[in-house]
């Protein structure tokens, strides 16, 4: 199965393991990531504000591609999933901005949001399957003790995003329950890391991600996953003091694929 | 001073209809900046519907935001106070001169494992 995927900015950059590991991983359950061409950065965060439109162009001509292409399209990172999937849902249900943008793209064809959108945890259950993933283990995690960091962006706002419950989320849960992990429960799991606020105010970063830490390690976890890069350099800057790793690297490592053998 | 013209504004940009709140405050509750904010979510509610809008312009809690959707997600009324916060601080950092975040103010926040995404994020919110 061929699917269209865009990694995003950080992907490229930063957080190249976090990519690398997903193509890797999606290759040995039997699904190629095809990079879109010439895709540009979502902007990390998306502009509530229904009068803004070029910054939400990029999202546009991502979701294009792969609609020309009759593919669905797969994003890994939380926050570009955030961004281009409620883009495409302002696409559909907000005609006087739909509207702005096909006249400001001026293609032939206009878009109205038709472009189904996957994160890479919706692909691992929704299309190929924990069940099905569980048989390609390889690898067990056995014994490890592994808290799912959610934070904001993958859940909220949960009307748009309809990706788990926003409150009581269970698809990493289930993922590192396929690994043969076993999944730590605790209540900061799906509150924000401070984000962006960084640049503004570290001590809140700080604040907020300590506590995700220590609430997670009082639950018993040995290791926190993510989704997003962001996420993870908060939590690792601020001091976490257990690893803080990308979901697709304990999958590629599950799936026996971690070592690239092309290398 | 009440202007109609960027109440109108703010209500047409962000989509929210601050009449349906009921003041029961959980999205004040809910908040990961609350303790640094001056003006909290269910005030830009209550100061937006009341036409009192220039303190929140002043207002340093715009910055605070983390846009983490937590107040909109737990609104029993469905109101969104997230999205008056980020149509209010649109309306300062659309400003000529106001931007937030500016090229300058990067290098001292860079080191060697800052995603990109902090930035583009950061200048999405703080600048224009």
Redesign the interface.
């Known amino acids: 199965m061929k699917v269209s995927y865009f990694p995003?900015?950080?992907l490229k950059?930063?957080?190249k393991a976090l990519d690398e590991y997903a193509r890797r991983s999606a290759e040995a359950l039997g699904v190629t990531l095809e990079e879109i061409e010439n895709w540009q950065?979502c902007?990390?965060?998306f502009?509530?504000?229904?009068?803004?439109v070029a910054?939400k162009l990029s999202s546009v001509r991502i979701l294009k591609a792969a609609q020309e292409k009759e593919q669905p399209l797969v994003t890994v990172?939380s926050?570009c999933h955030n961004v281009v999937k409620q883009t495409n849902h302002a696409m559909q249900t907000d005609r006087e901005f739909a509207d702005k943008v096909n006249r400001y793209m001026a293609e032939e064809a206009p878009y109205n949001g038709e472009t189904e959108i996957y994160h890479y945890l919706e692909l691992l259950r929704d299309v190929i399957g924990f069940d099905a993933l569980k048989e390609k283990v390889v690898n067990p995690l056995k014994g490890k003790k592994i808290a799912a960091y959610y934070?904001?962006l993958l859940?909220?706002?949960?009307g748009v995003m309809k990706m788990d419950d926003?409150?009581n989320p269970s698809i990493i849960e289930d993922l590192i329950r396929a690994l043969g992990a076993e999944p730590v429960i605790y209540a900061n799991r799906n509150?924000?890391c401070?984000?962006?606020?960084?640049?503004?105010?570290p001590a809140?970063a700080k604040k907020?991600s300590n506590a995700v830490v220590e609430n997670a390690k009082a639950a018993g976890a040995e290791m926190i996953i993510t989704a997003?890069?962001?996420c993870?350099?908060n939590l690792?800057?601020n001091g976490a003091d257990i690893p803080v790793v990308y979901f697709t690297e304990l999958l590629a490592e599950a799936l026996g694929v971690k070592e690239d053998t092309n290398e | 001073m009440n202007n109609p013209y960027l109440q109108e504004e703010l209500l047409r940009m962000s989509g929210v209809d601050p009449k349906k709140c009921m003041a029961c405050g959980k999205c004040s509750a809910s908040c990961p900046a609350y303790d640094e904010m001056e003006y909290h979510p269910h005030q830009f509610v209550s100061m937006v519907k009341n036409g009192d809008i220039e303190p929140l312009m002043k207002s340093e809690s715009l910055y605070r935001c983390l846009t983490c959707f937590a107040c909109a997600e737990r609104c029993p009324r469905g109101v969104e106070p997230a999205k008056l916060v980020e149509a209010v601080r649109l309306a300062v950092i659309r400003q000529q001169g106001a931007n937030r975040l500016k090229a300058q103010d990067v290098p001292a926040l860079l080191d060697e494992e800052i995603p990109q995404q902090a930035l583009v994020s950061a200048f999405r919110k703080y600048a224009k």
């Open positions: 995003g900015c950080t950059n930063k957080a950065c902007g990390g965060v502009t509530t504000a229904r009068d803004e910054t990172c926050a934070g904001c859940l909220r706002p949960s926003p409150e509150e924000c401070g984000g962006y606020i960084l640049a503004e105010s809140l907020n997003c890069p962001l993870r350099y690792v800057k």
